[in-house]
């Protein structure tokens, strides 16, 4: 079974500029979700889709960051202008759908290393 | 706002020791526990934990959770140098089970 792909792996852009995100869940997925992970910390979730509609975003900075789903498969996540702060790694997941049972596993990608300089 | 506190935040240790990780939690809806493993990749699911005191094994690492006292922990026997890594800790709670809030995850590193 694939995983959850994302790309570009790393990028370095200076500050004010901006950058996107493409993440590609497992085949069936109804649910993806984009979390941010600063060094040293756990991840946060930004943004959590079911299927091409939003269930939380409450914690994204809805100035600077923006996210779509459009089919309701792959999404991408953007982020400008971009400030020294956003320098994390963006980790892209997604699961069956949105109930927790022993069997609707959440399944990272490897993630978007972004520096900000 | 609901927190996770993951102890110690590092531990170094031998190959064969045995460890013992520590996850509280502080949430207003608790559904379920989560214990993932991460190298310098994406974290990989370990254990779901939504009852107490039943223990989950897998190999050498087990998990257990105590809904009274609102902690994890997870043990890793007879460790091994690819055991290094960084064990994360979430709960995933409130309306959408996907808003997992993690602990801010503990650095095992395992010496031959």
């Known amino acids: 079974e694939a995983g959850v792909a994302q790309s570009p792996r790393y990028k370095i852009i200076e500050k004010r500029q901006s950058v996107a995100f493409w993440c590609n869940p497992i085949s069936g997925h109804a649910t993806l979700y984009w979390y941010q992970q600063i060094l040293g910390q756990g991840p946060k979730l930004l943004i959590q889709?079911?299927?091409?509609?939003?269930?939380?975003d409450s914690q994204l900075p809805k100035d600077r960051f923006s996210a779509e789903r459009l089919k309701g498969v792959d999404s991408t996540l953007k982020i400008q202008p971009a400030k020294l702060e956003d320098s994390a790694v963006y980790l892209c997941?997604?699961?069956?759908?949105?109930?927790?049972?022993?069997?609707?596993?959440?399944?990272f990608g490897e993630g978007s290393w972004l520096t900000v300089v | 706002e609901d927190k996770v506190v993951q102890s110690p935040l590092s531990l170094v240790v031998h190959e064969g020791d045995t460890v013992t990780l520590n996850c509280s939690y502080e949430?207003?809806?608790?559904?379920?526990l989560l214990w993932y493993k991460q190298e310098k990749k994406a974290p990989t699911f370990l254990f779901m934990l939504t009852s107490s005191g039943i223990e989950k094994k897998s190999g050498r690492l087990s998990s257990i959770l105590d809904k009274k006292e609102l902690f994890s922990i997870l043990n890793i026997t007879a460790t091994q140098t690819g055991d290094s890594a960084v064990y994360l800790c979430a709960e995933a709670g409130g309306t959408s089970y996907g808003k997992l809030t993690f602990g801010q995850g503990t650095i095992l590193t395992v010496h031959p």
């Open positions: 997941a997604s699961s069956l759908d949105r109930r927790p049972s022993s069997g609707n596993t959440i399944y």
């Open positions: 889709f079911q299927n091409n509609g939003v269930v939380d």
């Open positions: 949430v207003t809806n608790f559904r379920s």
